[in-house]
């Protein structure tokens, strides 16, 4: 299994980045999707949660701190997940990971290399 994680980079607040995370060797839509961030001196935090949603369509949860700011969404077609983030703030500075496992694992499953976004003016 392999994530590939890009679209990060410097951004001003108030303003968007879309990430992308891309995957080989499993299939996002058959499994549970996580996204996730670390900011230095921090844990990893987990902002968006797209657990796995059988034949209906996913319902991501996010943290309360990206609500209302970020979106969630899969290409299943591309077996690709997309993370749009809007109204950034510079407190969203992190690398940001994409991580992929199954749904009945307790382990943690499989992590992209992570993409910098960095929000400052």
């Known amino acids: 299994v392999q994530l590939q994680a890009s679209g990060g980079g410097l951004v001003q607040p108030g303003g968007s980045l879309r990430l992308t995370c891309a995957a080989s060797?499993?299939?996002?839509?058959?499994?549970?999707v996580g996204w996730y961030r670390q900011a230095p001196g921090n844990e990893r935090e987990l902002v968006a949660d797209i657990p796995f949603s059988g034949t209906s369509a996913p319902s991501p949860t996010y943290s309360d701190s990206v609500k209302g700011r970020f979106t969630a969404s899969r290409d299943a077609a591309k077996n690709t997940e997309y993370l749009q983030m809007d109204n950034l703030k510079p407190e969203d500075t992190a690398v940001y990971y994409c991580?992929?496992?199954?749904?009945?694992?307790?382990?943690?499953?499989?992590w992209g290399q992570g993409t910098q976004v960095t929000v400052s003016s």
């Open positions: 991580n992929v496992k199954y749904p009945w694992a307790a382990d943690s499953g499989w």
């Open positions: 060797g499993i299939i996002f839509r058959l499994n549970s």
